[in-house]
C-alpha cells in the first residue's frame, strides 16, 4: 500500500512520467521515435568517431527496439550519401556487414531501410547531388558482401 500511495505521488507531480523514466528507466517501445531517432543518430556518429563496431552493436541492442532497426539501416545509408570520402562508406558497410551477420539487424529490417532510401532518393538528390551514383556504387558493395539479396539490389534506383 506504500508503494502504490508513493507512486501516485510521484505520478501527480508536474513532469511525474519523467520522473519515472529517469527513476525506473523506459526501455524500449514505450520510447518516443524522436527520441530513438536521436539515439540512433548518435550512436552511428559515435561509431564513425570510434571505429568501434561492437560497441554499436551493443548500444543498438540496449534501445531494445528490434521493430526499428531500420531506422538505423536508413540513417547509415544517408550519411554514406551525404559523406565526401572513403572512409564512411567502408565504416558503414562494415558496420552493417557486422550487424547482417550477427543477426542483430533482421532481413526484413535491413529491406525496410533500403526500401526507404530508394523512395526517397530523388529528394536527397537534390540537397546532395551524385548520390544516385554512389548509392548503386554502396548497395552493389553491400550484396557483394552478402548484406542485402539480389531483388533488393535490383530495387535500386538508377538515374
Not at 531517432?37 to 560497441?55: A, C, F, P, R, T
Not at 544517408?78 to 565526401?84: G, I, N, R
Not at 557486422?98 to 532518393?121: H, P
Amino acid at each position: 500500500r506504500a508503494a502504490l500511495d508513493r507512486a501516485t505521488v510521484l505520478l501527480s507531480m508536474s513532469k511525474g512520467g519523467k520522473r519515472i523514466d529517469s527513476v525506473w528507466g523506459a526501455g524500449g517501445g514505450q520510447q518516443s521515435v524522436k527520441h530513438l531517432v536521436k539515439e540512433i543518430d548518435m550512436l552511428l556518429k559515435e561509431y564513425l568517431l570510434s571505429g568501434d563496431v561492437l560497441e554499436a552493436e551493443r548500444c543498438l541492442q540496449e534501445l531494445e527496439v528490434p521493430h526499428f532497426h531500420h531506422e538505423l539501416v536508413y540513417e547509415a545509408i544517408v550519411l554514406v550519401l551525404e559523406s565526401t570520402g572513403e572512409k564512411t562508406f567502408k565504416m558503414i558497410l562494415d558496420l552493417l556487414k557486422t550487424l547482417w551477420r550477427s543477426s542483430v539487424i533482421t532481413v526484413d529490417q535491413m529491406k525496410r531501410g533500403y526500401e526507404r532510401v530508394y523512395c526517397e532518393i530523388p529528394d536527397i538528390n537534390l540537397d546532395v547531388p551524385h548520390s544516385y551514383s554512389v548509392l548503386e556504387r554502396f548497395v552493389e558493395e553491400c550484396f557483394q558482401a552478402g548484406i542485402i539479396s539480389k531483388p533488393l539490389r535490383d530495387l535500386c534506383p538508377s538515374r
